[in-house]
Structure formats: structure tokens, C-alpha cells
């Protein structure tokens, strides 16, 4: 069983999730690679947004740099930090766009007084939940009419894959009927399937519109013991275009280790 993660646990990994992993070239590329999935569903700024269990602010800065007015709620104190960090090296109009909040996701719709936002992402949280349907449930509730809602899983079709590549073989055999796993922080996670989550999206008004894979190729590299690395070959931007490309085709997207679901709120 999943155990709620508290803040004790969020501020041992505070550090090395913020600096290392989204520093590191797949941590790039799978911002980039969100990024440019959001940009063709969002509508144009100034727009606002709000991130729930936002972090360190990776995804939804680059939103306020580009126009929206940035909401980004997080539980962890340590996770906020990083992201206070991060906004005092954005230049000054940048700044007054973003707003930082310490709440669960759980409690969104209390945290942000009500208010409705035409967008809410939801990157790579509902893993470390026991259940999704309470989160899912209030960011539906954020999302103003004809809003859109992003939502970052992990892949409950593709939990063999990674056990097998590192030659857990046994592992690899439980793995196929599994939907939870430790996870690359060493914390305890669950796996989701699209279908489920847009039957939760659709008993929220809102309508699933597009499904990616996020990262397939740059993910299991990692796992295979081929570390992708930065060269004239590797670029970030060579590699976001092959994953951009797989992420919109089966059967590729279906391999991805997380997938990305999009959907838009019906009008009341």
C-alpha cells in the first residue's frame, strides 16, 4: 500500500530532484518535451495557470517567461524553497507573474480561494498517491469552462520494462500484472492507465482531448545502461524532436514510461 509522502520526505530529495534530475539532459528533455505538448493545447497568453505540486517551478515557469500568470501550489515547504530560489533569478516581469502556495493538491480549490484557471497541470504527482480520484476531482474543479487539464502519469502498460532492461528478470515477470513500484527516488510509487484517468477526467467535465508518451527512447537509454550524454550528436533539441515524434505515434507512445493527458473542461 502507498503511504502519503510527507514533507520530512520531500526535503531529503528537495535537492537532488531540483538540481539534479531536472538539470540533468533527460530531466531537460522531458520539460521541453511537456512543454511543447502544453503549448499546442493552451490558449495564448496572457492565460493563467495553475500548477498543482509544482516543485521547483520546472514546468510552469517557462509558461510565465513565455506570458501566463503562473499559480504554483505545493505541499513540501523544502520543494518551495527551491522554487523561491528559482523565482529570485527571474527577470522582474517574470516574477510578478508567478505566485507561490504551500497546500496540498487535495485541498486546491480552498487553497486558491476558488478561483478558476484556464489551465491546470498536474506533472508527475498522482504516482505518489494511493488513489488518484481526489486530486483528479479538484482539478477539475479549478479549471474554468473550455480550461484545459494536463496530467503526467506513470504508465501502469509499461511496468516489465524497466525491471527487465536492468535484468530483474523475476521482477520483470511480476512486473507485467504490477501497477506500483519503488521509483528513481527510492520512494514508493503507483502507475495509472489513460482509460482510467479520462473516466475520472470525464466524471469532472472534462473531456479527454490528446494522449502522449513523454519520454520512450531518452527514459529506457537510462535504464539499459546507455546514459545519454550531451554531445554534437545528443543534443537536447535532436532529442526533443525524436521524442516529440514518438510521442504523438503508436505504438510508440503506448511504450512511453509516463504518458501525458490532456482534456478540456465542458461548459456548465
Known amino acids: 500500500m502507498i503511504e502519503a509522502m510527507g514533507d520530512d520526505t520531500w526535503e531529503q530529495l528537495a535537492g537532488p530532484f531540483a538540481d539534479e534530475t531536472y538539470a540533468s539532459l533527460k530531466g531537460r528533455v522531458r ?47 523544502a520543494m518551495l524553497a527551491k522554487a523561491g530560489e528559482r523565482w529570485e533569478r527571474l527577470p522582474l516581469d517574470v516574477q510578478r507573474r508567478v505566485r507561490l502556495i504551500q497546500a496540498d493538491g487535495e485541498q486546491a480549490v480552498d487553497a486558491v480561494e476558488g478561483r478558476r ?3 491546470v497541470l ?44 536492468e535484468r530483474r528478470w523475476t521482477d520483470a515477470l511480476a512486473a507485467f500484472d504490477a501497477t506500483e513500484e519503488v521509483g528513481v ?17 470525464r466524471a469532472g467535465g472534462v473531456d479527454p482531448t490528446r494522449w502522449y508518451g513523454v519520454w ?24 526533443v524532436r525524436v ?3 514518438a510521442a504523438a505515434r503508436d505504438p510508440y507512445r503506448q511504450l512511453s514510461r509516463v504518458f501525458h493527458l490532456v482534456g478540456r473542461k465542458r461548459p456548465c
Not at 498543482?52 to 501566463?68: C, D, E, I, M, N
Not at 527516488?185 to 477526467?201: F, I, K, M, N
Open 31 to 77: 520539460s521541453q518535451v511537456l512543454h511543447h505538448q502544453l503549448l499546442d493545447h493552451l490558449p495564448g497568453p496572457p492565460g493563467s495557470v495553475l500548477d498543482v505540486g509544482g516543485g521547483a517551478g520546472h514546468q510552469s515557469f517557462p509558461l510565465a517567461h513565455a506570458g501566463f500568470e503562473v499559480t504554483l501550489l505545493d505541499p513540501s515547504p
Open 117 to 119: 484557471f484556464d489551465a
Open 122 to 165: 498536474c506533472h508527475g504527482v498522482l504516482m505518489y498517491l494511493e488513489t488518484p480520484d481526489a486530486l483528479v476531482d479538484q482539478l477539475c474543479t479549478c479549471t474554468a469552462d473550455g480550461g484545459v487539464v494536463s496530467i503526467m502519469a506513470l504508465n501502469a502498460a509499461t511496468m516489465a520494462v524497466r525491471p527487465a532492461l
Open 185 to 201: 527516488l527510492g520512494v514508493p510509487t503507483r502507475a495509472d492507465t489513460v482509460e482510467d484517468l479520462s473516466a475520472l477526467l
Open 216 to 239: 520512450l527512447f531518452t527514459d529506457w537509454l537510462e535504464f539499459a545502461g546507455a546514459v545519454p550524454r550531451d554531445g554534437a550528436d545528443e543534443s537536447v533539441e535532436a532529442i
Open 243 to 245: 521524442e516529440l515524434e
